[in-house]
């Protein structure tokens, strides 16, 4: 019993410090986000480019530790822990999956190219689209951490 509390501690206790980082790289996507969606001269297209380069940088990393590290281990204590956890991310990932394409449509409209006004403001108008998704994304990843992590982190630390 005491070698499964050691497992237990081992295998999760790194779990929240990983959603910790991963919560901080989300308010860092959020400032870039704010920084960027507080412009209004397009004229300034090369200035513009560089914050959108940098906001897709940091939302690509954000969505990427999501998929590959964070739900990963989310999955996995609600498979140890076998409490119903799984069926409630296979009804929530499909849909966290959506933002996902909407976030790398973003991306992709960069292309690393230089940007016209015209293509700035079209740009700001995917931006207020893209806010919206993100914070319906962030929504079920607090509701996949809550009902998958949170829901266990006593169970973790007793064991």
Known sequence: MLENCRNARERWGGVSDLIDR????????????????????FSQT???REKFVRLCEVLVDYVSTGHFEIYEQLVREAREFNDGGL??????YPRIEQTTEVALNFNDRLDGRDLSEEDVKELFGELSKLGETLETRFEM???????LHNAHAGKVASA
Do not use: M, N, P, T
């Open 46 to 48: 090369e200035a513009l």
């Open 87 to 92: 069926e409630l991310a296979a009804k929530v």
């Open 22 to 41: 991963w919560l901080k790289e989300r308010q860092e996507l959020l400032v870039h986000y704010c920084d960027l969606s507080g412009e209004s001269d």
């Open 141 to 147: 990843e607090d509701f996949l951490i809550e009902h």
